[in-house]
T-cell receptor, first 114, second 111 residues
Framework: DAGVTQSPTHLIKTRGQQVTLRCSPISGHKSVSWYQQVLGQGPQFIFQYYEKEERGRGNFPDRFSARQFPNYSSELNVNALLLGDSALYLC?????????????FGQGTRLTVV | GDSVTQMEGPVTLSEEAFLTINCTYTATGYPSLFWYVQYPGEGLQLLLKATKADDKGSNKGFEATYRKETTSFHLEKGSVQVSDSAVYFCALVSGNTPLVFGKGTRLSVIA
């Protein structure tokens, strides 16, 4: 079985641009969460979606948005990129709702803003 | 709010040495506790977990015991290998909250 897949694996953007990151959860998993991991730090929660509805949002500005599709895949959008948005963006899928008891992570998307 | 504090690294050990990485937490309610591992260039992998007090999680020779009285979940391994070199994250989830991670501890094992 395929694990959590994220695309792209790496990308470079310029300040002010917009970026869309994609995540496909494990088959059968209905919950997707997004985390930002800045170099040398632990992952920070951005969003959680369950059954296509937003179930949680971390302390991130409105430039960050996300959605979940009927097939449970998800996109994370970041507008007006800043240098500080450079990070590894991790997607996690879990079978059930917001408890995240069994979260499985993808390889991440490495975003560099120049 | 909920938080996790890990010992700062990096930790450098010789092969076959004993490993301890300390982790303490602050949480409302009764959290579930986790250790995740991140190998270079990769995402996070769940290493082990414990869901209630006095539970011991174990996997691949690593183990950690959920200590409610000391709010701790220290990671241990009796004999580390070079292949254990990675960054280790302690994390918790409480109720409907998302995972809360510590800052991570980098382990380097030298032959």
């Amino acid at each position: 079985d395929a694990g959590v897949t994220q695309s792209p694996t790496h990308l470079i953007k310029t300040r002010g641009q917009q970026v869309t990151l994609r995540c496909s959860p494990i088959s059968g998993h209905k919950s997707v969460s997004w985390y930002q991991q800045v170099l040398g730090q632990g992952p920070q929660f951005i969003f959680q979606y369950y059954e296509k509805e937003e179930r949680g949002r971390g302390n991130f500005p409105d430039r960050f948005s996300a959605r979940q599709f009927p097939n449970y895949s998800s996109e994370l959008n970041v507008n007006a990129l800043l240098l500080g948005d450079s990070a590894l963006y991790l997607c996690a899928s879990s079978l059930m709702g917001p408890s995240n008891t069994e979260a499985f992570f993808g390889q991440g998307t490495r975003l560099t803003v120049v | 709010g909920d938080s996790v504090t890990q010992m700062e690294g990096p930790v450098t050990l010789s092969e076959e040495a004993f490993l301890t990485i300390n982790c303490t937490y602050t949480a409302t309610g009764y959290p579930s506790l986790f250790w995740y591992v991140q190998y270079p260039g990769e995402g996070l992998q769940l290493l082990l977990k414990a869901t209630k007090a006095d539970d011991k999680g174990s996997n691949k020779g690593f183990e950690a015991t959920y200590r409610k009285e000391t709010t701790s979940f220290h990671l241990e391994k009796g004999s580390v290998q070079v292949s254990d070199s990675a960054v280790y994250f302690c994390a918790l989830v409480s109720g409907n909250t998302p995972l809360v991670f510590g800052k991570g501890t980098r382990l380097s094992v030298i032959a």
